[in-house]
Each structure stands twice: as C-alpha cells, then as structure tokens.
C-alpha cells in the first residue's frame, strides 16, 4: 500500500528559496501532487508530476523525482510571506483512485 | 459553483448525536471523494463515488459512517452516534473523472466537525 512520508517543519526567509521534501513507498504510483493548505482553509492543488517525468518546473515552483530512491521534491523560488503554510505531498497508484498523504511540512517565511 | 462547496463550514455537536455534511461538487465532476483530517495530520481517505456509486468504502472507520450520492452530484456524509474521536475537518474534493489527465483532485474548503 502507499505510505507517504514528509519532514515537519521550515523556516525560510522572504525572497530565498525553499525546498520541500516527500518519500513515498509505492514503486507503481502514477502521478505526485503537492498541494498547500492555510491555516483554516482547504487543500489547494499546486502542481503535479506525471511518474515518467524527472522533473515539472510551473513559474516558481519546480518538482524534481527520483523515482529510483521514491524522493518527491518541491523547490519554491524567491519565496513569499504569503507561501506560509503546510505543505502536503500525495500519490496516486494505477488502479486506484484515492490520494494517499504525507504528514504535511509547515513551511514559515520570515520577512 | 466555481468550486468544491461544503456545508456547514461549521458543526459543534454533542456526543451520539447524528451528524449531516454536505459537498456539493465542480459542475460535470463524476467522481466525488471524502476525506478525513485530523489536526497535524495529513488528509485520511473515506470513501469514493465514480457517478451515483461508492467505488471504494473502504476507508470508512465503521458502520457509524456512510455516505450517499443519489443523483451523481451533490454528496452526503452521514455520521451515526457521533463520538469525541470523530471531531476532525471533513474534506469533500472532486475530479472529472479517473481518466482526466492527471485526475487533478480539487478540494473543498472542509467541514469542521467537533463532537463535544
């Protein structure tokens, strides 16, 4: 089965860059998702990455996968105070039809 | 609507009361799914609908919970006998199908549920 597995907690200051990481376990997942979610608020897609592609870049975010080692990655360039929130990581394997998350990742920006 | 719509945004409930969360899809999605969030966690699948039919139950805790969508559209989450551990932010999302490209799942804004 899935199991998603994500680091807690990044502080970064505004205008660097922020790197996100995520592992998954199911070797057959066919699409990544990062999606972020504000204090209170829903999930909001923010990209996802077809399991053949190595790497999606979408304005100033770029998702790097290496399939081998099951790593996602979501880097966010010039990083905005209004990218404070958490960050969470899922897959979706053939077949199936559910999203399995991660724990999230809370990404602060310290101005 | 323009989105995922979920109704109430809010529900304070006492323990072993039934509980009715409502989600109303994107126009033309077929497939509708629910999930559940505890706090600090990441979102727990419950159940999915392709159309009229649940898919997929199988991440319902227990027969306390069930789901309907009778006309292919708006959604359902029923919650029997309601206890402590069921407070948690109900999420509804929706897709426009398994073969979308991508399956690009949007989300609505959650149901807050606390049973007191």
């Known amino acids: 089965g899935e199991d998603v597995e994500q680091s807690l907690f990044l502080s970064v200051r505004e205008g660097d860059s922020s790197v996100i990481n995520c592992t998954y376990t199911d070797s057959s997942s066919t699409y990544l998702y990062w999606y972020k979610q504000e204090p209170g608020a829903g999930l909001q897609l923010l990209t996802y990455?077809?399991?053949?592609?190595d790497m999606k870049q979408d304005q100033r975010l770029t998702v790097l996968l290496n399939k081998k080692d099951k790593h996602l990655s979501l880097r966010i360039a010039d990083t905005q105070t209004g990218d404070s929130a958490i960050y969470f990581c899922?897959?979706?394997?053939?077949?199936?039809?559910?999203?399995?998350f991660g724990k999230g990742n809370q990404v602060v920006v310290i101005p | 609507g323009a989105g995922v719509s979920q109704t109430p945004s809010n529900k304070v409930t006492e323990k072993g009361k039934y509980v009715e969360l409502r989600c109303d899809p994107i126009s033309g999605h077929t497939a509708l799914y629910w999930y559940r969030q505890s706090l600090g966690q990441g979102p727990e699948f419950l159940i999915y609908?392709?159309?009229?039919?649940?898919?997929?139950d199988s991440g319902l805790p227990n027969d306390r919970f069930f789901a309907v969508r009778p006309e292919g559209s708006v959604s359902t989450l029923k919650i029997q006998r309601t206890e402590r551990g069921d407070s948690a932010v109900y999420l509804c999302?929706?897709?426009?199908?398994?073969?979308?490209?991508?399956?690009?799942?949007?989300f609505g804004e959650g149901s807050w549920l606390t049973v007191v």
């Open positions: 999302a929706s897709s426009s199908g398994p073969r979308s490209s991508g399956n690009t799942i949007y």
């Open positions: 609908f392709q159309g009229t039919g649940a898919a997929d």
């Open positions: 899922a897959e979706k394997a053939p077949g199936n039809n559910r999203l399995a």
């Open positions: 990455i077809f399991s053949n592609m």
